[in-house]
């Protein structure tokens, strides 16, 4: 303990400069204080010489009066060492309320001392001890058990801060991978799947197709949204002095998604050119965009393709695998012996019966001549298909006689038939007077619905 009079030293590192500002204005108090309590020793002594003599003591300079002199002699602290605990004391205790007041007014801290919290950066080292190990560009992994629910068992990349990442268990992490420009300066994004694999062909995700009790089945087309990897660029916009700030994909999204919740329809048909191959070095992600609004709707929803949807960074094949390997979707690769990839039928029930009253064709109408030089141009159907078609149709004759109403048949497709640019040619349908129309051509009870 402290004798009387002796100063308090401030032994202190940077750090706690504060602390030693407040012990050397501890010390200054002090040195005041000491020269009141002589002071004040001075004035008692001399009045108790006053009171022998029963006479008043003459006022000198610097004396002060018997009211002020009762006052500082209240204020004259004990021992020293009692003032440095207690101004100590009461120091911290403002402190400890200044830095209350201070949480609760300002947001951010000025200064790295003033921090109630810090949080430490760990080595590599450290992390290795823990079982993470460093891959590349700011990714780090940890290996474990498969059957763990948290297990990462899907990795995938997508590219441009506009993505989308549409299957239901898996996880877009919007933070770009370090030190990766991507295809097309496009930043690169990773998105994982958590858990086992999801089969999309379950019937939560593959609702049955049936007519309304109303009668009604509403579809709706949607052709050549040409998306990209990217935000895209506007070719056409409409009005046109909009082509500058004009911003491809998201403009035709807010368009598409608007009719979606206008029309509400019971299908969806995609009929080519979903993506802009040209403009989509990752075709993976322009087809996530291009059928996220349906799966987050939880619209079915079929596919066909058109002539620049396999000119990105994923052939035919490829392209349609992607899209029927997702939620809602019910397109298909189709029989390998026929020509083209996405020949399939779908069939929608009765209001009040599984008979077939609906029968949908997809047919791949393929992208362009294979003989450019004697038929240039657009590339068509082929006669694989067609008996395909025949007898596809013949199978269904079957189930098609026991539905009691009226059946009906469409076929859609990208690329129109040949036949279809003669216009004068007569109707296909006997007795019946029937104009033709841009993308539907009637073949006796069967709508072939185009896009191109």
Excluded at 184 to 204: F, M, N, Q
Excluded at 308 to 315: P, R
Excluded at 382 to 407: A, C, M, T
Aim: proline share 6%.
């Amino acid at each position: 303990m402290k004798q009387k009079g002796e100063k308090t030293e401030a032994l202190t590192v940077d750090k706690d400069k504060s602390a030693s500002k407040k012990i050397n204005e501890l010390n200054i108090k002090l040195e005041e204080e000491q020269k009141e309590e002589e002071k004040s020793k001075n004035i008692k002594e001399s009045q108790e010489k006053a009171d022998k003599a029963n006479t008043p003591p003459q006022k000198q300079e610097g004396d002060v009066s018997a009211d002020f002199e009762e006052e500082v002699s209240k204020n004259v602290p004990p021992k020293n060492e009692e003032v440095v605990e207690y101004k100590e004391a009461e120091g911290a205790e403002n402190d400890s309320g200044k830095a209350n007041d201070k949480k609760e007014k300002r947001k951010m801290e000025s200064s790295r001392f003033d921090l109630d919290i810090l949080y430490t950066i760990p080595t590599k080292e450290q992390l290795n001890e823990k079982g993470w190990y460093y891959k590349s560009n700011g990714i780090w992994v940890k290996y474990g058990l498969s059957s763990n629910k948290n297990a990462i068992t899907g990795f995938d990349i997508l590219f441009g801060d506009d993505c989308v990442e549409p299957r239901p268990n898996w996880k877009l992490i919007k933070t770009p991978i370090l030190d990766i420009g991507g295809v097309s300066g496009l930043e690169a994004y990773v998105t994982v799947r958590k858990g086992p694999r999801i089969d999309y062909k379950k019937k939560e995700y593959q609702p049955t197709l049936k007519i309304n009790p109303d009668g009604k089945f509403k579809i709706l087309q949607v052709a050549d949204l040409h998306f990209s990897t990217g935000v895209g660029k506007c070719l056409d916009p409409v009005p046109a002095e909009t082509k500058k700030s004009c911003k491809a994909d998201p403009r035709t999204l807010e368009f598409l998604e608007k009719v979606l919740d206008i029309e509400k329809p019971d299908l969806v048909v995609l009929t080519g050119d979903q993506i802009f191959g040209q403009a989509s070095p990752d075709a993976e992600t322009s087809i996530f965009k291009a059928l996220n609004p349906f799966i987050k709707r939880k619209i079915p929803f079929a596919v066909t393709l058109g002539n620049h949807d396999d000119e990105g960074s994923l052939i035919r094949a490829e392209v349609m695998s992607l899209s029927s390997n997702l939620p809602f979707s019910f397109a298909s690769l189709g029989p390998e012996e026929v020509a083209g990839v996405g020949n399939y039928v779908l069939t929608v029930q009765g209001p009040k019966s599984k008979n077939p009253a609906l029968s949908l064709y997809f047919l791949d109408s393929h992208s362009y001549s294979q003989n450019p030089k004697v038929t240039p141009g657009y590339d068509w159907l082929k006669e694989s298909q067609l008996k395909w078609l025949e007898q596809l149709h013949n199978s269904l004759k079957k189930d098609v006689s026991s539905y009691s109403h009226i059946h009906l048949s469409m076929g859609f497709f990208h690329i129109p038939l040949p036949e279809f640019r003669k216009l004068d040619q007569p109707s296909l349908v006997s007795n019946v007077k029937v104009s033709l129309r841009q993308g539907i051509i009637p073949v006796q009870d069967q709508y072939l619905v185009e896009s191109g």
